[in-house]
């Protein structure tokens, strides 16, 4: 009787489970002796069986895993709200060659936005001290985990000891996470969907930096969202006023009429990390003890 009452059939969270655990099957069955029935595939056990987790008709079941494995992991850590930064994987840091350009008018052009690697830095550091007074339970940052401004932004947390997230996915040409994620917060993902969520679900402000395709996909992912009141209203920050108004007529999409004139409101610019946390810290009245 005694290992029934040595805490040995409880979970993790302390509720009592007398089932043996999937863990000691998955060893138990890594030592059955070696025969044709049970060296065939179909006798792997399904949950450690990769080429059945990969089949085509498992993919609601790898979509839920990518969700839950990501939730589960920052639940555990305590991570209640984020500060999501997106921007440009391209950019690099002050004083470095821009690995990514093409011509010299790229080279010029990504080597000069090198200050919105050093803003995103900056910009991650003012958060994490304010993650620093609620015990790194809240607003913490995230990026995507790669190069770039992603690169500052987990950076900028790291310099000042405060854990980030990265959240990964398979890409050709970003093959591992920037050094600067906190190793057991860095996530990888097959599914672009699922990924988006994660940014999402705990976000409390989100800033957008100059970048490229994936960039502009999480902005208009983002406000949209909001616009159709899919997501509370939280700010959402654009980093330079020149770069964005060049790219993007949002006033013609209001004249237009392909949006409403008040969708502008959905956003707001700023051209330093300093101006970006004022927004925030004035949203959430930061300076009040009571502050969210």
Not at 116 to 121: F, N
Not at 150 to 161: I, K
């Amino acid at each position: 009787m005694a290992r029934w009452k040595n805490g040995k059939h409880r979970r993790k969270d302390g509720s009592w489970d007398p089932l043996k655990d999937s863990s000691t099957d998955k060893q138990t069955a890594q030592v059955i002796p070696r025969t044709p029935q049970s060296a065939s595939s179909s006798y792997t056990l399904a949950y450690v069986d990769d080429e059945f987790l990969c089949r085509e008709e498992l993919r609601p079941v790898r979509l839920q895993l990518e969700l839950l494995k990501t939730e589960m992991i920052l639940t555990e850590r305590s991570i209640k709200s984020t500060v999501v930064m997106f921007g440009g994987a391209r950019i690099p840091a002050p004083g470095e060659a821009a690995w990514a350009a093409k011509n010299d008018i790229q080279k010029k052009n990504l080597e000069n936005a090198s200050i919105y690697y050093e803003e995103a830095r900056k910009f991650a550091q003012l958060c994490s001290a304010q993650a620093k007074k609620m015990d790194y339970h809240e607003y913490v940052v995230v990026t995507g985990g790669g190069p770039g401004v992603m690169e500052a932004g987990n950076r900028g947390a790291s310099e000042v000891g405060a854990p980030s997230v990265g959240l990964n996915i398979v890409l050709p040409h970003e093959q591992a996470p920037n050094p600067y994620v906190t190793p057991e917060l860095s996530f990888n993902f097959h599914y672009f969907a699922i990924r988006k969520m994660h940014f999402l679900m705990r976000a409390k402000a989100i800033t957008i930096f100059p970048g490229g395709f994936g960039t502009l996909d999480e902005l208009f992912e983002t406000v949209t969202l909001i616009q159709t009141k899919r997501m509370a209203p939280i700010p959402l920050i654009l980093f330079s006023r020149a770069f964005w108004e060049d790219i993007i007529n949002f006033e013609a999409l209001a004249a237009f009429g392909t949006i409403a004139p008040e969708d502008l409101d959905l956003f707001q610019f700023a051209e330093t990390a300093e101006e970006a946390w004022k927004i925030i810290a004035d949203f959430y009245d930061l300076n009040d003890e009571t502050a969210p």
